[in-house]
Nanobody
């Protein structure tokens, strides 16, 4: 069983920055695909950013150029650096670890609240 834990959320001003951290247990972390999702009240959960096991990066259009996902396989950790934050970035952010190729298993963290407001 893979344990996924997020941290780093909080209240920030528009235009500010925040870095989220996610750790996932396992001896083969480098093989996991890692992703950040977010969900605002009354809205569908959406994929924000993802990094595959081979290092390929993907971002939702609304955050491209402002957010950066990265991973440190030696620490079993993935980060989401969020810059130029906007009020519409306010949401609960979730980390997901995906393991497998033909047969996929997904593990979710508990979420961390990000609020962007003056």
């Amino acid at each position: 069983q893979v344990q996924v834990v997020e941290s780093g959320g909080g209240l920030v001003q528009p235009g500010g920055s925040l870095r989220l951290t996610c750790t996932a247990s396992g001896r083969i972390f480098s093989r996991y695909a890692m992703a950040w999702y977010r969900q605002a009240p009354g809205k569908q959960r959406e994929l924000v950013a993802a990094v595959t096991s081979d290092g390929s990066l993907n971002y939702v259009d609304s955050v491209r150029g402002r957010f950066t996902i990265s991973r440190d396989n030696g620490k079993n950790t993935v980060y989401l650096q969020m810059n130029s934050l906007k009020p519409e970035d306010t949401a609960v952010y979730y980390c997901k670890a995906t393991i497998g190729t033909m047969t996929v298993q997904a593990y979710w963290g508990q979420g961390t609240q990000v609020t962007v407001a003056s």
